[in-house]
DNA sequence: GCGACGTAGGTGCACCATACACATACCGGG
DNA sequence: CCCGGTATGTGTATGGTGCACCTACGTCGC
């Protein structure tokens, strides 16, 4: 617009990949790949297959997760991931936060659209 | 619970910082110490001020905001910031984005939702 | 046979926001 | 005179994220 057009580097939360791969692996067994394409339909877009890997494996090194080796008759193995009970808790606490973060953004929502016809009053 | 017990990284928005002082500074002008003290009726709760000055430079360097010092009788001088033309237009367009993360998050609440359901049903 | 393509999983690395610690300066009160 | 509250900063480590790149399997087409 003014020419700068600076890139709004928009932000989704903090470490969202781990309470997403979390839901989609409580809504049922799966593996990488797949969830690689669930991924977008809960607000990320363009997510690196390496950071979705390395998180798999770092939540199956914390118990979050189990995995199994699932030989395939074409194309290369999968490795499959199940939520664990532990997994489980700790999907019910992520949820909480961000439900409380919800609630933040809907507090922004309404202060902004005050503020913005505070603004539209003045001129 | 279970003995691990792990930190939960909660997560606020990436860069949320920014939309946060632009909403409080569309508000009113005010300077970086009553901005600290707003911050948490956003959701950022325990904010650094280290980096609460450095954001408030960066936007007044990228033209978002005004800055002038006002000497006052008692106590260091303020630095009052002022939202500028360009800040309110990156307003708006960040509040779209909050917008639609906050879409995001009620779609992963209904699915959560429905997972547990589904889980309470099969015990 | 062989290269190209889609599937599936993985490593290395640089960047950047955040977090934490610490420093400076002004003022008033005990 | 030191201390606490106000107010603004600097230095630096950490860690999540993004980007580039790599391996391996099977299949289809030439």
Redesign the pocket.
């Known amino acids: 617009m003014t020419g700068g057009a600076e890139e709004v580097?928009v932000g989704l939360p903090?470490?969202?990949?781990r309470p997403c791969l979390l839901l989609l692996l409580a809504e049922g067994t799966s593996?990488?790949?797949?969830l690689l394409d669930q991924l977008p339909a809960l607000g990320m877009h363009?997510?690196?297959?390496?950071?979705l890997?390395?998180c798999?494996?770092a939540m199956d090194q914390e118990g979050l997760v189990r995995s199994a080796w699932e030989p395939?008759?074409?194309?290369?193995a999968?490795?499959t991931y199940e939520l664990t009970d532990e997994g489980r808790e700790w999907l019910h606490v992520v949820a909480g936060s961000l439900a409380e973060l919800s609630r933040s953004l809907a507090t922004y929502r309404r202060r902004y659209q005050r503020s913005v016809q505070r603004h539209e009053r003045r001129r």
Do not use: I
């Open positions: 580097p903090r470490n969202y990949l593996h990488g790949y797949e363009r997510v690196d297959p390496g950071g890997y390395r798999l494996r395939s008759t074409s194309g290369p999968r490795r």
